[in-house]
């Protein structure tokens, strides 16, 4: 934790020049409330480098905030508090630094920390007046929602995507909470496709992160897609090294799994063949690597052997598009899986950006989100939360008075009755799923983890404690399916958070599943979806079904035989009116 405080040695004829403006543009009260309010911000990327700059111009004087992550070069473009030197520094303590001369009058605390750990908690909450949200990631942001909604804190939730963007006031039994409305959830698609017949980039991109997963990183399964086991027991087996085990994956990969696949006599292709590659023959020329060029097979091949050899040599890590190593290796798998099923191939830098889920930033974006969050926390402050509005920013051709528009603010809507979050007597959910195939282990990731977004769940049952978060960490109970652990058809279970101080209640449902992704969550949750914005909202903020978008998507989403009706909910489907989730970092 970094603490810069500049004494007040400032003359009181200084301090009112300095704030003069100020005072006739907000008022004499709205200008005192601004001046003693504590805020916590969280996120220190895209939006919180303009908010944070804002806030101390704009005369708040007592500030906190918090980011787990570090300057990378490529924040530089839009994130204008950071400056080349800054490159591996922690964000939160060089915003801090970087803003405290806009205003010396202010007091600016900085943690360089996950706002998910323990020390900062309901204590570390409860000291606050207001809290801004500035995260790029769904979790984080229900997180913080949960503690505002639990602790009564009023919330200025903000995102952006590309030339869109979003501010959302919350405040406990007043508007809708984060969890009031299901967030569209990523894009997933079938395991069958991605293996056996992709038909566009980002399905053999997909593939891509799951074998890199596998062979280089934390996998949440132990399918092997390319028997990588028995490859490296007849490798090690002839001492070879990590190159010519590197060449080895390449022609089964490549060419031998891909012939035995065109023998299958049963096999019905709806496309055009694939073509098997040529067995690997190493380029005498050195390759150059371009990010954003097309590299022909030959030289895919090359990095594929290349890369693939270093990271063996290295620890295990989970995939991150900014390690350059791995995006060699998830370009080359990608790329040569493309050129097999005659798919355009893309540069390194393309396949990044669906690698990623990137959309490209816009520093513009950013400052009008920015303002207009600061401008709503203003709102709440002074008290007039009649005139909160939740903003829409999207380059919206034309609205009703037949004239451009760029902000679109509308009412912001009360506090969905359902929602088991804001609402304390609707505490109850249901969830269908396969209790012979479900194990403990899946059921605390997948549903109450990645599904819930809990941060600790702990489950109690009709007999007594099933999990705990601190007690049953790598258990073996938790490869058992959920039947042999006494969660059964119509079991009626307690599923706690003690860090988000949340307790609920969940019916278990039994259905035959042929996999355990199959889940459904029903009940309370089928009624998250609230009524649209009066008034509609702009084109830019509403859900897209335009297959040629950048698709969000993560390895573990890749699933088999994933059924239509899995999804957050019935109503989630005809949801038109969604905030963005897709957050500048």
């Known amino acids: 934790m970094s603490d810069l405080r500049v004494r007040n040695s400032t003359a009181p004829s200084d301090v009112a020049k300095r704030y003069a403006d100020n005072v006739r543009l907000l008022g004499a009260d709205s200008f005192a409330a601004v001046r003693k309010a504590k805020l916590l911000v969280v996120g220190a990327g895209g939006i919180g480098c303009e908010l944070l700059k804002i806030l101390v111009l704009t005369g708040f004087e007592d500030i906190e905030i918090i980011d787990l992550d570090t300057i990378d070069a490529s924040n530089l473009n839009r994130q204008f508090l950071f400056r080349k030197g800054d490159v591996g520094k922690s964000k939160a303590e060089v915003a801090q630094k970087a803003a405290q001369p806009f205003n010396p009058l202010a007091t600016i605390k900085a ?95 997909a593939y891509a992160k799951v074998l890199y997963e596998h062979l280089f990183g934390m996998p949440d399964d132990d399918d092997d897609p390319v028997a990588f086991g028995d490859l490296r027991k007849a490798s090690d087996a002839a001492n070879e090294t990590a190159a010519q085990l590197g060449v080895r994956l390449y022609n089964k990969m490549h060419h031998t799994t891909i012939e035995d696949q065109l023998q299958l006599k049963d096999k019905t292709w709806t496309t055009k063949p694939p073509q098997p590659l040529p067995l690997y023959s190493e380029s005498a020329a050195e390759v150059t690597i371009d990010v954003r060029k097309v590299m022909k097979a030959e030289g895919q091949a090359n990095v594929f052997v290349d890369s693939f050899a270093k990271l063996m040599a290295r620890e295990k890590v989970s995939f991150d598009k900014d390690d350059d190593l791995a995006m060699h290796f998830i370009s080359a798998v990608s790329n040569l899986r493309a050129e097999i099923y005659h798919i355009p191939m ?163 449902h039994h259905i035959n599943c042929s996999d355990p992704s199959e889940f459904v969550m029903a009940g309370d949750v089928d009624a998250k979806a609230s009524a649209p914005q009066s008034g509609g909202a702009p084109v830019a903020a509403q859900e897209s079904d335009d297959d040629d978008d950048v698709i969000e998507y993560h390895a573990k989403d890749v699933v088999r035989k994933r059924k239509a009706a899995d999804v957050a909910s019935p109503s989630a489907k005809r949801q038109k009116v969604e905030t963005v989730d897709i957050l500048d970092d």
């Open 111 to 205: 943690f360089h920390g996950n706002i998910k750990d323990h020390k900062f908690g309901a204590d570390f909450f409860a000291r606050f007046d207001l809290v801004i949200n500035a995260l790029d990631n769904l979790d984080a942001r229900k997180h913080v929602n949960r503690m505002c909604v639990k602790l009564e804190k009023p919330l200025v939730e903000s995102g952006t995507r590309g030339y869109s963007g979003q501010v959302q006031p919350i405040k406990k039994g007043v508007f809708e909470c984060f969890d009031c409305r299901p967030r569209q959830e990523a894009r997933q698609y079938a395991y069958c496709t991605i293996r056996s017949s992709p038909t566009r980039m980002v399905h053999c991109v």
């Open 346 to 508: 893309e540069s390194e830098f393309n396949v990044k950006a669906i690698a990623g889920n990137i959309v490209p930033a816009i520093a513009t974006t950013n400052a009008i989100i920015s303002g207009t969050a600061v401008l709503e926390a203003i709102k709440i402050l002074e008290g007039r939360l009649k005139d909160c509005r939740m903003t829409f920013c999207g380059p919206v051709a034309k609205s009703f008075r037949r004239k451009p528009t760029i902000l679109y603010p509308s009412e912001a809507v009360g506090p969905n009755p359902k929602c088991y979050i804001c609402n304390s007597s609707m505490n109850q959910l249901e969830i269908k799923l396969d209790t012979n195939i479900t194990t403990l282990g899946y059921f605390v990731k997948e549903i109450l983890q990645n599904q819930l977004s809990l941060a600790e769940p702990c489950v109690d049952g009709p007999k007594g404690g099933i999990y705990d978060h601190e007690v049953h960490q790598g258990h073996a109970k938790l490869q058992k399916p959920l039947k042999d652990v006494g969660i059964t058809a119509e079991a009626c279970l307690t599923v706690m958070d003690t860090l988000q101080d949340l307790e609920f209640e969940v019916t278990i």
